[in-house]
Protein backbone atom coordinates (compact mmCIF):
# COMPACT_ATOMS: atom_id res chain seq x y z
CA UNK A 1 0.00 0.00 0.00
CA UNK A 2 1.16 3.30 -0.61
CA UNK A 3 2.34 5.54 1.99
CA UNK A 4 -0.74 7.61 3.48
CA UNK A 5 -1.26 10.38 6.01
CA UNK A 6 -4.25 10.83 7.26
CA UNK A 7 -5.22 13.61 9.23
CA UNK A 8 -8.49 13.92 11.16
CA UNK A 9 -9.02 17.20 13.47
CA UNK A 10 -11.96 18.65 15.56
CA UNK A 11 -13.07 19.83 18.98
CA UNK A 12 -12.52 17.85 21.84
CA UNK A 13 -14.75 14.43 22.49
CA UNK A 14 -16.53 14.50 19.09
CA UNK A 15 -14.88 11.27 18.68
CA UNK A 16 -11.84 11.48 16.99
CA UNK A 17 -9.77 8.95 18.95
CA UNK A 18 -11.65 6.44 19.40
CA UNK A 19 -12.36 6.90 15.09
CA UNK A 20 -9.08 7.35 14.59
CA UNK A 21 -8.10 4.23 16.66
CA UNK A 22 -10.39 1.88 14.79
CA UNK A 23 -9.67 3.20 11.66
CA UNK A 24 -5.55 2.64 11.91
CA UNK A 25 -6.59 -0.88 12.80
CA UNK A 26 -8.68 -1.68 9.79
CA UNK A 27 -5.84 -0.10 7.52
CA UNK A 28 -3.04 -1.30 9.24
CA UNK A 29 -1.10 1.38 9.88
CA UNK A 30 -0.02 3.77 12.56
CA UNK A 31 -2.14 5.47 14.99
CA UNK A 32 -0.70 9.15 16.16
CA UNK A 33 -2.85 10.68 19.29
CA UNK A 34 -1.32 14.49 18.90
CA UNK A 35 -3.37 15.58 22.13
CA UNK A 36 -2.08 12.26 24.38
CA UNK A 37 1.38 14.31 23.16
CA UNK A 38 0.04 17.75 24.69
CA UNK A 39 -1.19 15.47 27.45
CA UNK A 40 2.07 14.34 28.45
CA UNK A 41 3.52 17.86 29.05
CA UNK A 42 0.23 18.62 31.18
CA UNK A 43 0.74 15.97 33.15
CA UNK A 44 4.37 16.72 33.88
CA UNK A 45 3.12 20.45 35.03
CA UNK A 46 0.37 19.06 36.91
CA UNK A 47 3.28 16.48 38.58
CA UNK A 48 5.81 19.76 39.36
CA UNK A 49 3.10 22.26 39.87
CA UNK A 50 4.76 24.26 37.12
CA UNK A 51 2.18 26.91 36.15
CA UNK A 52 0.47 25.93 32.47
CA UNK A 53 0.49 29.47 31.32
CA UNK A 54 4.06 30.28 31.85
CA UNK A 55 6.02 28.95 28.50
CA UNK A 56 9.53 29.48 29.74
CA UNK A 57 8.65 27.07 32.93
CA UNK A 58 7.11 24.49 30.76
CA UNK A 59 9.82 24.81 28.51
CA UNK A 60 12.30 24.25 31.01
CA UNK A 61 10.34 21.25 32.71
CA UNK A 62 10.93 19.23 29.50
CA UNK A 63 14.59 19.79 29.08
CA UNK A 64 14.54 18.68 32.59
CA UNK A 65 11.94 15.71 32.03
CA UNK A 66 12.14 14.42 28.55
CA UNK A 67 9.67 12.96 27.49
CA UNK A 68 9.68 10.01 24.98
CA UNK A 69 6.97 8.61 22.06
CA UNK A 70 7.32 5.32 20.50
CA UNK A 71 4.35 3.11 19.13
CA UNK A 72 3.45 -0.66 20.57
CA UNK A 73 2.69 -3.61 18.90
CA UNK A 74 -0.60 -2.52 18.20
CA UNK A 75 0.73 0.48 16.02
CA UNK A 76 -0.61 3.01 18.85
CA UNK A 77 1.47 5.78 20.66
CA UNK A 78 3.19 5.34 23.81
CA UNK A 79 4.08 8.42 26.02
CA UNK A 80 7.02 7.32 28.40
CA UNK A 81 8.11 10.07 30.86
CA UNK A 82 11.10 9.24 33.95
CA UNK A 83 10.98 6.00 32.28
CA UNK A 84 7.34 5.21 32.74
CA UNK A 85 4.73 4.31 30.44
CA UNK A 86 2.62 7.09 31.39
CA UNK A 87 -0.46 6.78 28.39
CA UNK A 88 -3.11 5.30 30.57
CA UNK A 89 -2.83 8.43 33.03
CA UNK A 90 -3.60 10.69 30.33
CA UNK A 91 -7.17 11.11 30.66
CA UNK A 92 -7.80 12.69 34.42
CA UNK A 93 -10.13 15.31 34.77
CA UNK A 94 -6.94 17.32 36.46
CA UNK A 95 -4.58 16.90 33.19
CA UNK A 96 -7.76 18.13 30.53
CA UNK A 97 -8.18 20.88 32.58
CA UNK A 98 -4.75 22.38 32.28
CA UNK A 99 -3.86 20.81 29.01
CA UNK A 100 -5.48 23.76 26.61
CA UNK A 101 -3.70 26.67 28.69
CA UNK A 102 -0.06 24.98 27.98
CA UNK A 103 -0.70 24.08 24.08
CA UNK A 104 -1.19 28.06 23.25
CA UNK A 105 2.70 28.02 23.36
CA UNK A 106 4.76 28.28 20.14
CA UNK A 107 8.04 26.70 21.44
CA UNK A 108 5.79 23.55 22.79
CA UNK A 109 4.01 22.97 19.86
CA UNK A 110 7.28 23.45 17.77
CA UNK A 111 8.69 20.71 19.63
CA UNK A 112 5.55 18.18 19.63
CA UNK A 113 4.91 18.85 15.71
CA UNK A 114 9.04 18.16 15.29
CA UNK A 115 7.85 14.82 16.84
CA UNK A 116 4.39 14.07 14.56
CA UNK A 117 6.03 14.80 11.44
CA UNK A 118 9.05 12.28 12.07
CA UNK A 119 5.98 9.99 13.08
CA UNK A 120 4.80 10.66 9.43
CA UNK A 121 7.91 10.40 7.57
CA UNK A 122 8.30 6.88 8.92
CA UNK A 123 5.01 5.12 8.79
CA UNK A 124 1.32 5.34 7.56
CA UNK A 125 -0.11 7.50 10.05
CA UNK A 126 -3.81 8.55 11.15
CA UNK A 127 -3.02 11.03 13.25
CA UNK A 128 -5.72 12.68 15.37
CA UNK A 129 -5.49 16.55 17.04
CA UNK A 130 -6.62 20.13 16.33
CA UNK A 131 -4.07 21.39 13.72
CA UNK A 132 -2.97 18.46 11.89
CA UNK A 133 -4.55 19.13 8.56
CA UNK A 134 -4.16 22.79 8.88
CA UNK A 135 -0.36 22.85 10.70
CA UNK A 136 1.32 19.60 10.99
CA UNK A 137 0.17 17.58 7.94
CA UNK A 138 -0.66 20.38 5.70
CA UNK A 139 -0.32 18.28 2.51
CA UNK A 140 -2.51 15.08 3.73
CA UNK A 141 -3.49 12.41 1.94
CA UNK A 142 -7.29 12.68 3.39
CA UNK A 143 -8.72 15.53 5.89
CA UNK A 144 -11.48 14.65 7.99
CA UNK A 145 -12.86 17.47 10.46
CA UNK A 146 -15.09 15.41 12.69
CA UNK A 147 -17.75 17.40 14.71
CA UNK A 148 -20.73 16.71 17.11
CA UNK A 149 -23.47 18.46 19.10
CA UNK A 150 -21.73 19.95 22.24
CA UNK A 151 -24.60 17.83 24.23
CA UNK A 152 -23.76 14.65 22.39
CA UNK A 153 -19.45 15.04 23.40
CA UNK A 154 -20.77 15.89 26.71
CA UNK A 155 -22.63 12.78 27.39
CA UNK A 156 -20.08 10.59 25.68
CA UNK A 157 -17.09 11.96 27.97
CA UNK A 158 -19.56 11.63 30.95
CA UNK A 159 -19.82 7.47 29.82
CA UNK A 160 -15.80 7.77 29.48
CA UNK A 161 -15.19 8.95 32.26
CA UNK A 162 -17.70 7.27 34.70
CA UNK A 163 -16.42 3.96 33.56
CA UNK A 164 -13.03 4.84 34.50
CA UNK A 165 -14.38 5.57 37.64
CA UNK A 166 -14.75 9.45 37.57
CA UNK A 167 -17.95 11.35 39.16
CA UNK A 168 -18.29 14.02 37.05
CA UNK A 169 -21.93 15.40 35.39
CA UNK A 170 -22.86 15.83 31.78
CA UNK A 171 -23.49 19.54 32.56
CA UNK A 172 -19.93 20.33 34.25
CA UNK A 173 -18.39 18.69 31.07
CA UNK A 174 -20.49 20.94 28.35
CA UNK A 175 -18.93 23.82 30.24
CA UNK A 176 -15.48 22.30 30.82
CA UNK A 177 -15.77 21.30 26.50
CA UNK A 178 -16.79 24.63 25.83
CA UNK A 179 -14.18 26.55 27.62
CA UNK A 180 -11.46 24.25 25.91
CA UNK A 181 -12.69 24.15 22.34
CA UNK A 182 -13.09 28.03 22.93
CA UNK A 183 -9.53 28.32 24.03
CA UNK A 184 -7.93 26.13 21.55
CA UNK A 185 -9.60 28.05 18.87
CA UNK A 186 -8.69 31.50 19.49
CA UNK A 187 -5.32 30.72 20.30
CA UNK A 188 -2.85 32.90 18.16
CA UNK A 189 -0.35 29.67 17.39
CA UNK A 190 -2.52 26.41 15.11
CA UNK A 191 -5.65 27.44 16.17
CA UNK A 192 -8.23 24.59 16.19
CA UNK A 193 -9.76 25.45 12.42
CA UNK A 194 -10.97 23.40 9.21
CA UNK A 195 -8.74 22.99 6.88
CA UNK A 196 -10.04 24.24 3.48
CA UNK A 197 -9.97 20.84 2.05
CA UNK A 198 -11.15 18.97 4.89
CA UNK A 199 -14.27 16.98 4.75
CA UNK A 200 -16.33 17.51 7.83
CA UNK A 201 -18.57 15.15 9.55
CA UNK A 202 -21.07 15.33 11.70
CA UNK A 203 -20.72 12.32 14.05
CA UNK A 204 -24.19 13.25 15.84
CA UNK A 205 -26.49 10.19 16.38
CA UNK A 206 -23.38 8.04 14.38
CA UNK A 207 -21.87 4.61 15.52
CA UNK A 208 -18.67 5.09 15.67
CA UNK A 209 -18.31 1.96 12.62
CA UNK A 210 -20.87 4.21 10.67
CA UNK A 211 -17.94 7.17 10.69
CA UNK A 212 -15.17 5.09 10.19
CA UNK A 213 -16.96 3.25 6.77
CA UNK A 214 -17.20 6.89 5.58
CA UNK A 215 -13.58 7.79 6.03
CA UNK A 216 -12.54 4.13 4.61
CA UNK A 217 -14.84 5.12 1.27
CA UNK A 218 -12.68 8.35 1.52
CA UNK A 219 -9.56 7.06 1.48
CA UNK A 220 -10.58 4.31 -1.36
CA UNK A 221 -11.52 7.01 -3.55
CA UNK A 222 -7.81 8.76 -2.65
CA UNK A 223 -6.02 5.61 -2.97
CA UNK A 224 -7.61 4.61 -6.34
CA UNK A 225 -6.91 8.02 -7.58
O1 LIG B 1 -7.65 15.54 21.81
P1 LIG B 1 -7.44 15.78 23.32
O2 LIG B 1 -8.69 16.16 24.05
O3 LIG B 1 -6.72 14.68 23.97
O4 LIG B 1 -6.48 17.08 23.35
C1 LIG B 1 -6.08 17.67 24.56
C2 LIG B 1 -5.71 19.12 24.37
O5 LIG B 1 -4.49 19.23 23.64
C3 LIG B 1 -6.71 19.99 23.62
O6 LIG B 1 -7.52 20.72 24.50
C4 LIG B 1 -5.88 20.93 22.80
C5 LIG B 1 -4.53 20.32 22.74
N1 LIG B 1 -4.18 19.84 21.40
C6 LIG B 1 -3.65 20.78 20.55
O7 LIG B 1 -3.57 21.95 20.88
N2 LIG B 1 -3.22 20.38 19.32
C7 LIG B 1 -3.33 19.10 18.93
N3 LIG B 1 -2.89 18.74 17.72
C8 LIG B 1 -3.89 18.15 19.82
C9 LIG B 1 -4.33 18.55 21.05
Redesign the pocket.
Known sequence: MRHLRIAI?GP??AG??TVARELARRLGIMYV???????SV?WLAVKYGIPPSDEEAVVRLLEEHPLHFETNEQGELQVYAEGHNITAE??TPEV?NV??QL??HPRV?AL??DW?RAFSRMRSVV??????GT??LPDADVKIFLTADLRERAKRREQQLRAQGFEVSAEDLCVQLAD??A??AG?DT?P?RRAHDAHQIDSTGKTVGQVVEEILSIVERVVLQ
Open positions: DAGKSDTGAMYRALRSVSAVRLTQMDGRDVVVRDRDRAL
